[in-house]
């Protein structure tokens, strides 16, 4: 058997989520990635909160093999992508930490905080310390005719807490105050990807994350393959009900999969589980005590994807052994896929 870590040799890895939740590694990650030394792993973040050299230091203390030259930041895309649409040494209002200021400073340009500065463009990524002043300063700006770039989309942003407001929430604000849309630098753009593969000269690399609308999305923009793990924000139904767009080529439940070969991590049917479907309804049952939520997910995902868009609006979860296994399942539904997602299922108990 070939690990599905040796069929590749690099992994693009998404890290809130992914490899860690705030100050803490998510479980089995740090292991699964030093039992993969001969595939290089490039750490690629859409958090632009932080330096490529404190990234690298956080992901150092949780033990992950790292080195700043494999740090990829939304905040490096967010300042290359401006740097391209404004003359160089035009003035940047930072919407951001100073790590974000520090890249439009390394990308030619020159931050400032005010727009009484006449910026000639507005960057923005996710900071906690950003409040109504801020955003103020950001909306008169754009109103003004000032270009405007969005490190990321993330609505939302896990940590050791739970999920809470990341850049996309700030963004959404934004766009409401102004009827304006920005351009967007990392995920789930290609340009992200495809600078880390450059940089890094892999000819076979594989994305990893946990969000559907970022991390998958962004592999099937750059025409990548995919793996999701459901340890972070999008939940098992959201898989169910992606678009073909935002759908992953590989299932699993953690990292550990790393180790495991690629034909047992596709959907397809599984031993344990019985899947059968009408018009609208899927019907899942246990066939064995074995029976596993990540195995559901894979013949459930094997059945529905047939179609090319979600057309199901109801899952029966039958038997005492599916109960036990997917009793989460009804909590988390609709949780990330996004603008213009399909409607949630309904999902139901049946003895």
């Not at 630098?185 to 340009?191: H, N, V």
């Not at 994807?305 to 539904?333: C, F, M, N, S, Y």
Request: with cysteine.
């Amino acid at each position: 058997m070939t690990a599905l870590r040796d069929e590749y040799d690099g992994l693009l890895l998404d890290l809130d989520g992914t490899l860690y939740r705030g100050r803490d590694a998510v479980p089995h990650a740090v292991e699964s990635i030093r039992n993969a030394p001969k595939t290089r792993p490039l750490y690629i973040t859409n958090n632009a909160s932080r330096s490529v050299s404190d990234v690298a230091e956080h992901l150092s203390e949780l033990g992950f093999p790292v080195c700043p030259a494999n740090v990829v930041t939304s905040a490096q895309a967010a300042a290359a992508l401006v740097a391209e649409l404004v003359p160089a040494g035009a003035r940047v209002l930072v919407v951001g930490t100073e790590a974000l200021a520090a890249e439009i400073t390394d990308a030619g340009l020159k931050p400032v905080r005010e727009v009484t500065d006449a910026p000639e463009a507005v960057v923005q990524g996710h900071s906690p310390y950003t409040d109504w002043s801020v955003l103020a300063e950001a909306a008169l700006a754009i109103r003004a005719g000032a270009v405007w770039v969005a490190a990321n989309l993330d609505a939302t942003l896990p940590t050791e807490r739970g999920l809470l407001p990341g850049n996309g929430s700030m963004v959404a604000a934004l766009r409401t105050a102004t009827d304006r849309t920005p351009h967007v630098a990392g995920k789930p753009g290609a340009q992200i990807f495809h600078s880390a593969v450059t940089r890094a000269g892999l000819s076979a690399p594989l994305v990893v994350g946990d969000r559907l609308d970022t991390d998958i999305a962004g592999a099937h923009a750059a025409g990548l393959p995919s793996l999701y793990v459901m340890t972070g924000v999008s939940q098992p139904l959201d898989v169910l009900l992606a678009a073909p767009a935002q759908r992953p080529d590989f299932l699993a439940e953690d990292l550990r999969c790393l180790a495991q070969s690629a034909a047992e991590l596709r959907p397809r049917p599984q031993a344990d589980w019985k899947v059968t479907r009408t018009l609208t309804t899927v019907t899942v049952e246990a066939l064995a005590n074995t029976a596993c939520e990540i195995g559901a997910l894979r013949a459930i995902a094997a059945e529905v994807w047939i179609q090319a868009e979600p057309d199901w609006k109801k899952l029966v979860i039958r038997g005492t052994a599916a109960h036990h296994v997917l009793q989460t399942w009804p909590g988390h539904v609709g949780v990330s896929r996004g603008e213009g997602a399909s409607p949630s299922v309904s999902v139901e108990f049946d003895d």
